[in-house]
């Protein structure tokens, strides 16, 4: 079975530009979640959908990150314009969630590589 | 806000040793998970528990949730060099619908 698909792998590009990370969770999960991991801050949830609705968004840092979920099937996370900060390996999960609380496990894709220089 | 934090931040032992990692809260969780992450890969769910001073088992990882559900640990018994990697433990509180990561050990074992 397919797990959770990021593109791209890696990405450097110059600040001041436009990044879109791409994500396509796990068929059949109506869950996904966009992480940031950095060495000083650890894993930290930026934005949570529920069936393709957004329903936290707490830790998306600025305005200048934007999250989309336009069906069931794709995700994009978007930073414009791109500052040097926001360097960091960032990653797609889903789950299938049978309630707010369950304990269904997250299955991580292998993350995006950013470089902002 | 709730903090989960994971000591020692490093490990590095010997091939065949026992080692124990800690996750700590002052807050109470409903569940708690461990995950472990390999380089250049997404964190994998290892085990989950919800029960106040349950242990589960997993070949040679022994986990604990505390009696409080405050904290939990990882044993690891006769280490191999597989083992080596990111363990993270997050914990989900009644009221959250999502899941809080701690800072993570990580963990190298020499051969």
């Known amino acids: 079975d397919a797990g959770v698909i990021q593109s791209p792998r890696h990405e450097v590009t110059e600040m001041g530009q436009e990044v879109t990370l791409r994500c396509k969770p796990i068929?059949?999960?109506?869950?996904l979640f966009w992480y940031r991991q950095t060495m000083m801050r650890g894993l930290e949830l930026l934005i949570y959908?529920?069936?393709?609705?957004?329903?936290?968004d707490s830790g998306m840092p600025e305005d200048r990150f934007s999250a989309k979920m336009p069906n069931a099937s794709f995700s994009t996370l978007k930073i414009q314009p791109s500052e040097p900060r926001d360097s960091a390996v960032y990653f797609c999960?889903?789950?299938?969630?049978?309630?707010?609380?369950?304990?269904?496990?997250?299955?991580f894709g292998d993350g995006t590589r950013l470089s902002i220089l | 806000t709730q903090l989960l934090e994971q000591s020692p931040q490093f490990l590095s032992i010997q091939e065949g040793e026992n080692l124990t990692v800690y996750c700590n809260s002052s807050?109470?969780?409903?569940?708690l998970q461990w995950y472990r992450q390999e380089p250049g890969e997404g964190p994998v769910l290892l085990v989950t528990?919800?029960?106040?001073?349950e242990v589960k088992k997993l070949k040679r990882l022994t986990f604990q949730f505390g009696d409080a559900r405050k904290d939990s640990s990882l044993h690891i018994t006769a280490a191999q060099t597989g083992d080596t990697g990111l363990y993270l433990c997050?914990?989900?509180?009644?009221?959250?619908?999502?899941?809080?990561f701690g800072s993570g050990t990580r963990l190298s074992i020499r051969p």
């Open positions: 999960a889903s789950s299938f969630r049978t309630s707010p609380n369950s304990n269904q496990p997250q299955h």
């Open positions: 068929s059949g999960h109506n869950s």
């Open positions: 959908f529920n069936n393709n609705v957004p329903i936290d």
């Open positions: 807050s109470v969780f409903s569940s």
């Open positions: 528990v919800v029960t106040g001073g």
């Open positions: 997050a914990g989900r509180n009644s009221s959250a619908s999502k899941i809080i």
